[in-house]
């Protein structure tokens, strides 16, 4: 894979070449947690209720732990 000088070109450039894989990350994410809900919202508002909190508790997480470097 070519290497990428982060430190020359065009900061918007390099700013969307980072952010790009995460935006990604996290548009699947949701639309995963979007699909699911559908097929789970199916079975009981129970189900759903605790696929909403395990969710919501699985993006803290991540947010948390990605935000630590």
Same mark, same amino acid.
């Given at each position: 894979?070519?290497?990428?000088?982060?430190?020359?070109?065009? #900061?918007?450039?390099?700013?969307?070449?980072?952010?790009?894989?995460?935006?990604?990350?996290?548009?699947?994410?949701?639309?995963?947690? #979007?699909?699911?809900?559908?097929?789970?919202?199916?079975?009981?508002?129970?189900? #759903?209720?605790?696929?909403?909190?395990?969710?919501?508790?699985?993006?803290?997480?991540? #947010?948390?732990?990605?935000?630590?470097?």
């Amino acid at each position: 894979m070519k290497k990428r000088d982060l430190t020359t070109g065009s #900061v918007y450039g390099n700013l969307i070449y980072m952010a790009l894989p995460t935006m990604f990350g996290f548009f699947a994410q949701t639309l995963f947690n #979007v699909v699911d809900m559908f097929y789970v919202g199916m079975i009981s508002p129970e189900a #759903v209720a605790g696929v909403t909190i395990y969710s919501t508790i699985s993006v803290i997480i991540y #947010v948390g732990l990605t935000e630590r470097s």
